[in-house]
């Protein structure tokens, strides 16, 4: 019955550090989401995580006709909340290229990141 019971509360503890990991993984991803949608054409395909030595590294990818630039990572990074047990949290963001068309023509393409460098 003592093993039971050790192996109960084992179970149990392996449960809520499950929980709370995904729980802090969807509220990254709803924050990322959110940054997709100020940010003209983007989508967030995938967000990764990856700790080495009590550091965070979150891999962000956006599907995006203009990249990010590192202004716009280093105002998000602030926005994302430190994991329990992480020392730091490091944002990357790769930005994938896309041109995105309709039956009226192109509604974000290349030409959109020439005025947006001109813009900066």
Partial sequence: ???FSTLAVALGIELRE???KEVYEVSICK???TAASTHEGAYLT????????GHLFVVADYRTPVPFTPKEVVDLQPRLPLMRGA???DLRIRSIPVI???KG????SSEDLSDYIRQQ
Avoid: Q
Wanted: charge should be positive; glycine fraction near 4%.
């Fill in 105 to 108: 023509g192109y509604l974000f």
């Fill in 46 to 53: 995938e967000v990764r995580f990856r700790r080495e030595a």
């Fill in 18 to 20: 499950v929980i709370s």
């Fill in 1 to 3: 019955m003592a093993a």
């Fill in 87 to 89: 020392s730091s949290l």
């Fill in 100 to 102: 995105v068309a309709s």
């Fill in 31 to 33: 924050i990322l989401s």
